[in-house]
Structures are given as structure tokens and as C-alpha cells.
């Protein structure tokens, strides 16, 4: 699998595809209505990353991001020492004929270095990792190693400077380890801790307020009416922060009402980043939501060429980022993995954000209509011969969230392609890493 940066191919189908043409004109049909790619390019130039910084302690950066270049203070080795338990020798005295004797001198343990001379045709035992002494600069193996009473036979064949680590070979004093914008996972927090720093300058975690909108929707936990619903989008979209360094704020349920909304819409502005809103962004009458944007703040309302996913608001209330994504389940989770999570790194300050994409060959037909980018929910595995297949999981509509719990990926289908057929390869976008 490969790694390929947010920017996804929405409108140009790959050209290794060998997608069935339907007979619509698709140019036509996505007339006023704006690609994936165009979308997710207004939204990141219209976001300025934050730049507010914290001091972090080390064992607490994970998922932070750098806020300033960390510089190595120290060499990392900070001393030459020994890639291998062996014996340690000038390298003037690598052998040229078999069982050479050296006297065995003394022994340097890792963190308990040897202390004394090394002459010629001596050696030292040494420990991997242990401090090569001055006088020494060749490690020999101990498994190619005799021991005759006091003495250390060695034989021919050995190379001058094996088998030990410099200092600096890993990171040299002054060196840049990481720049700014980097997130910081595992390999960095090791790596912050092998510099000896004890706090790390991180830009500040972002606050992200969520509510769901629309007076059909209960709590878990109220009795349904006829009619009625439990209001699920809240939890998808809290699962989906998870992965994220985020402060996560729950503001429930608002139903369809215009003074309800305005007074949410203003206090998630007052104390977030990040305003997510699921439902009220199409054109139903009780879609308040959309209103009282337009009042309050400078939000675009877009028809996306994809699928699912069609309205999406997207903008600015009082400082925050707002990001309105459609009611209908599967809408809300693949809308904020193609244009949500982008954005929200972008804002965060992580200037290395991908999006995993890969091939896979089809096995079963992909219904489609040319029209719109679709990001069906389906399977992939492996064949017998370790190739990475994908099938649909079944029902493909908006409000079919059983089928996102089902899937493992999306299967990225181009806007002006039809049907899929078995034996055609397209673009899959794994759940794993991304969800
Ligand atoms: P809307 O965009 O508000 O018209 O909603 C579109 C569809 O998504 C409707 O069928 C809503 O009932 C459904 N929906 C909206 N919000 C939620 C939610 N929070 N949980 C589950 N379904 C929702
Ligand atoms: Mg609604």
C-alpha cells in the first residue's frame, strides 16, 4: 500500500481503469455541483492554522503536533560503542593469519565503561552498546572468537572499524530532528526522549464542538414516537474524533427551532476551533440550520459530486471553522473522512496529512450511474495469489449505516464512470488508519 497525499483524483478517472462509460453526459449532470477536489481545496486555503503553542512533557506529546524545529543538543550515540557482544582491538592489529593470540585486558559493559589502556595485541570483552575505549576502534564478534587459557585467539578476515556505532551516526549535534508540523506518534516520542529533552513546544490542541439538528431525533434512553428516531450521527461523529488530539465538547441534540439553533451556533463559536453540525444543510422546510448560517456567519452551502454526500456548508462563525455535514448517516462519516479530517488537521497544524490509497481488482459488479464520485462501502482481501481484491457490502444508501460497519474500505469509483465489472481495477481508501 502506498501512501498518496489528500488530493484525490475526483474527475479524471485513472487511466490504467478500465471503467465502462455510461450513456449519460456527466458533464452536464454535474453542472453546479463542485468536485471533491475543488472542495477540499477551498476549504484548505481558506483555513490559517492555528499557532498558539503549549510546553509539553515528553511522555505526553503523543499526537501533538511541533510548533517550532527541535534541534539535537546532544550526539545521539553521544559515544562510539559496540554493535555486537564480541572483543574489542585496534584495528593495526586485525589479524593476517589464523588464531592470533591477544591478551584479554579488561571488559566494557554498557554503562559501565573500561577505563584503562588497551596496548597493541590486546583486546577487551565488549558488550553491545558498551563504550568502545580510545585506544580500540574494531569489535570482533564473540562467535568468531577462540579462548585459549588467558588469551584471545583471532583469525584473519576481519575488516578495520566493524561492528562499532560512531558517535552522531544516528543524529549529529545541531541537527534538525523534527520541523515544525510534524505529528508526533511512537518513533518521535522515542526520539524527543533520546535528545534528553524533558518538554516539547506542541501547538495547541484544538476544541471541537459537535450537536445534531432535527426534531425527529430522541436520546438513547427517551421513547420513541411515531416518527421519531434516535439520534446516532452524535456518536459516529464523536467515534470519529477520537483519533484525533482533540478537546471534544457535546452539545446534544437541537431540534428544528430558529432561536434554539442561533443560541447554539453562538456558544459552540464562543469556546471552539471547530463547529461539526450533522442534518439541516438540503432544502427542507425545517431546515433552520441553513438560515440562521446565513445570518450569522460567511458559510457557502455546497452541492458535492459525490456520493454520498450531496449538501455540505462549509465556513466561518465568529472565529471558528464550521463544518455542516448532511444528516443521513453514511453522508456524515464519508464527507468528514474526505473533506472533515482534512481540514481539520490542516487547521490543527500537521503539514504531512495523507490519505492512504491503493488498487484493488473488482470481483463483484459496483452498480453505478455516471454523475458523481461514489465512495461505495465495501471489503477488500487477499486472493490466492495475495492480490488485493474488493466487493460492495450490499446496500449502498445514504442512510445505510449497518453497511460502513460492515465494510473494511471505500471503493472509490470516478465521477464519469458506470457499473464497475469483475476484472476492473479501481482506487480503495482502507478504513484502517483512517477511521
Ligand atoms: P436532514 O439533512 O436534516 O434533512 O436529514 C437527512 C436525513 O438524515 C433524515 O432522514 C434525517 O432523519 C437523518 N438524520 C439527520 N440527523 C440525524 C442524526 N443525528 N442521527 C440519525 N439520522 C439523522
Ligand atoms: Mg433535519
Redesign the pocket.
Known sequence: MKEIPVNISTNTPDKKINVRQGGCDSNAMLKGLLTLEQARAKMLESIAPITDTIEVETMKTYGHIIAEDVLSPVNVPNYKNSAMDGYAIKSSDIPTADNQPFKLVGTSWAGKPYDGSVNANECIRIMTGAKVPDDTDTVIMQEHITVQDNNILISSGHKAEQNVRCAGEDIQKGATVLTKGKLIKAAEMGLIASLGLAKVKVLRPLKVSFF???D??KGIGETLEDGQ??????Y?IFGMLQNLNVEINDMG?IP?DREKIEAAFLTAANQSDVIIT?????V?D??F?KETLEKLGQINFWKLAMKPGK?LAFGKVNNAVFLGL????V??MATYYQLGLPAIHHLSGNKHYKQVITKARVTEPFYKRPGRLDFQRAIFSYDEKGELVVRGVGMQA??I?SGMSLANCFAIIPAESGTVNPGEVINIQPFEGLI
Do not use: K
Request: net charge negative; no cysteine.
Open positions: 445534531s439538528t432535527g425527529e431525533l428516531i434516535y439520534d446516532s450521527n452524535r459516529t441534540v428544528d450533522s442534518g439541516g444543510v438540503s427542507g425545517a431546515d440550520v449538501p448532511p444528516g443521513n448517516p453522508s456524515v445514504s442512510h449505516l
